[in-house]
């Protein structure tokens, strides 16, 4: 797991509001690993019947891009990385307001916060307008699904 990706699953996992069941929360189970059924890597837990997923969030990793530095004698490069978070949830009214709600909550725990990763980096991570509206899934039918794009850089030394 890339360390910004496990930065933010640990920053989220441990948010009661958001896994602590309904009504004292909203109820999100948060992996961090796509979600499947059967099989190595499977994730039983997020399925409350067979393709029936339970709420979920599900943070994938994004690709790092670098560029180095131009001028003569700085010595970081900047990182740019793009994690995006699933969310899912039952297909009806109260499916539609879980995922503006966790929506909400993930801005709160993540949007203009500083991680630490091990190597010492500090990413600053931004939720953008990357987010898409509540639709149905078709991977997982009688589930809607959202995709929230969240945006980290740093500066990184050179060698």
Known sequence: MSDLRKAIWQHIVNDNLLSYD????LGFKVFDRWLTELGPGSTPEAFRAPGTLHRSAVIMPADEVASPARRPGYDRM??????????FAEKHAN???????????IVILCHG??????????????????????????????????????TANWGRKLG
């Open 113 to 150: 916060k500083e991680f630490v990763l091990p190597s010492g980096e500090r990413p600053l991570v931004q939720l953008t307008d990357g987010r898409t509206g509540a639709r149905d899934d078709e991977s997982y039918p009688g589930n809607l699904r959202s995709e929230v794009r969240v």
């Open 22 to 25: 309904p009504p004292y929360g």
């Open 78 to 87: 900047r990182v740019l990385s793009n994690p995006i978070i699933y969310l």
């Open 95 to 105: 499916g539609h307001d879980a995922i503006d709600a966790a929506y909400r909550r």
